[in-house]
Nanobody
Framework: QVQLVESGGGSVQPGGSLRLSCAVS????????MGWFRQAPGKEREFVAV????????YFVDSVEGRFTISRDDTKNTVYLQMNSLKPEDTAVYYC?????????????????????WGQGTQVTVSS
């Protein structure tokens, strides 16, 4: 049984930091591209970041580039999202997702439909 469990969410002031964790069981994350998505109230779930199965490649949505980093610890089967310089517009439920690692090409997409396993999400609120 595959389980992805997010943790680390909470409330923080603008400019603050949070680190989200995604503990995975039932699949080896080394064989998967691991992503983070978020969904704000009334909006579609959107891609935030992904780290490739090899760990060599990372991709981010433009709005978080330079502020967020994604990493993985295959020995703990856990993925992390470090979020710095948080803004009110980062407020959302953040979801961890897994996608079987495929060769990444110029036409590879990172939409929610591309990921097969999901966690339940963790709330992040950025407010003064």
């Amino acid at each position: 049984q595959v389980q992805l469990v997010e943790s680390g969410g909470g409330s923080v002031q603008p400019g603050g930091s949070l680190r989200l964790s995604c503990a995975v069981s039932g699949l080896p994350i080394s064989a998967y591209h691991m992503g983070w998505f978020r969904q704000a109230p009334g909006k579609e779930r959107e891609f935030v970041a992904v780290i490739s199965g090899s760990g060599r490649y990372t991709y981010f949505v433009d709005s978080v580039e330079g502020r967020f980093t994604i990493s993985r610890d295959d020995t703990k089967n856990t993925v992390y999202l470090q979020m710095n310089s948080l803004k009110p517009e980062d407020t959302a439920v953040y979801y961890c997702a897994a996608r079987l690692a495929v060769v990444i090409t110029g036409s590879t997409t990172w939409t929610k439909a591309d990921f097969s396993s999901w966690g339940q999400g963790t709330q992040v609120t950025v407010s003064s």
